[in-house]
């Protein structure tokens, strides 16, 4: 007989407080639906942020990104310690290092539901013994969950591939992504005037007739930085008004070569935003966004910028071919093919026509595929699916 209970308790898990930020939204179409939510992740200010702005508890546990074994058996017995303190019915555990950490304590705890959501898989970039051991990382969280979930059919198809979980144990809800596109609010180019396109040009010293280049994400080795920057050695001499506008953190893991570091800051007409909360005006400034990133979970900063009416230059890799819509919404290039993005780049700084165009079918799609409220439906519907087969029942999923 089922279990009938009015306060289903889900715990998120993710390594860094930044991660949570996915969840903008899903956590409280879920609060709605009579779900107990609360949030784990290492501690600082920014969890304690999250928790004021989403209204939910959160347990700070420091858990290391890297393999850290002396650390990682500490986290793990703090995190049991969690988990029998609060007997959540559902963990949902995010990212390569919470999803290893959060699904063996929840193993180890016997949590009736445990979900392992990747993201990205870091493994594809590395080599020798560290691949080996994000492969065993990877396949420990799979095998301690009892449903994995990936981001995009790509990425699912490499993880199948390597065989890193079973192809019956992992899905992909709706069309991916991780908590889909605000495209009517946050990600609304109408709501962006031209009075703040201007504003936002001239803060970075950018006219408004300027060419702008963009780019958004973590500025490492891994995203394309370097082919970017040489990419735009060319471009600049070619296209006089031509800027590059780039938004998004330099992490010392995987940290770019000194000499394109070098150019990125100490280039005139290359302005660097740092992090950016309200990254929608930087969006509107753009005149094509470069993503030339080696590997990618589903490549939401494409998306984003596709929802802001802006065409986007992509590498052909799992993760983008699904972003980007080839000759649509965008281009795709070969990963660290220089001349490629150069050529691809070069064709929509030649031609508004097309930028308007691609951009305009981008915005389209994003309206039309990645609804966020689409895809927190799929996973409510996804967690009650998953209560029923343990011999639970919430209100909410009994309902029309």
């Not at 031509?242 to 010392?252: D, K, M, R």
Request: hydrophobic share 45%; glycine share 6%.
């Amino acid at each position: 007989m089922a279990e009938d209970t009015n306060n289903i308790k889900l715990l998120h898990i993710t390594t860094v407080p930044q991660s949570l930020a996915f969840l903008h939204g899903q956590i409280g179409y879920m609060k709605a639906r009579d779900m107990d939510v609360q949030a784990l992740a290492s501690p600082g200010e920014l969890l304690a942020s999250f928790a004021q702005r989403e209204q939910i508890k959160v347990h700070p546990i420091e858990m290391p990104r890297r393999i850290t074994p002396l650390q990682d058996i500490i986290a793990i017995i703090r995190l049991l310690l969690v988990l029998w303190r609060v007997r959540p019915h559902i963990v949902h555990a995010h990212t390569p290092k919470g999803g290893l950490l959060g699904m063996i304590a929840a193993w180890l705890a016997r949590v009736p539901i445990r979900i392992y959501q990747i993201h990205g898989l870091p493994l594809m970039t590395a080599t020798g013994h560290k691949r080996i051991l994000l492969r065993w990382s990877e396949r420990a969280a799979c095998f301690c969950a009892h449903q994995v979930l990936c981001v995009s059919h790509s990425i699912r198809a490499v993880v199948v591939a390597e065989g890193l979980c079973p192809a019956e144990k992992i899905k992909v809800l709706h069309n991916g992504t991780i908590n889909g596109i605000d495209a009517k609010g946050r990600f609304d180019p109408s709501t962006i005037s031209p009075e703040v396109r201007q504003a936002t040009r001239t803060k970075y010293g950018i006219s408004t007739h300027a060419l702008v280049v963009g780019f958004v994400g973590r500025i490492v080795r891994d995203k394309g930085l370097i082919e970017l920057v040489d990419a735009w050695k060319v471009l600049c001499e070619e296209f006089p008004t031509l800027h590059l506008l780039i938004a998004g953190p330099f992490e010392p893991q995987d940290p770019i070569p000194t000499q394109t570091e070098h150019i990125l800051r100490h280039t005139p007409r290359i302005h660097l935003a740092g992090q950016v909360d309200d990254i929608a005006p930087l969006y509107a400034s753009m005149d094509v966004l470069a993503f030339p990133t080696y590997r990618e979970g589903f490549g939401l900063a494409a998306l984003e910028a596709s929802a802001m009416n802006v065409p986007v230059v992509a590498t052909r890799i799992p993760g983008c071919v699904e972003a980007v819509q080839e000759g649509v919404t965008g281009k795709l290039v070969p990963p660290r093919d220089t001349d490629a993005l150069i050529d691809a780049l070069r064709a929509y700084l030649m031609s508004p026509r097309m930028r308007h165009r691609h951009g305009t079918a981008g915005r389209e799609r994003v309206l039309r595929c990645f609804q966020q409220e689409a895809i927190w439906a799929a996973m409510y519907q996804e967690y009650a699916r998953l209560l029923s087969n343990h011999g639970f029942v919430t209100p909410a999923a009994t309902t029309p």
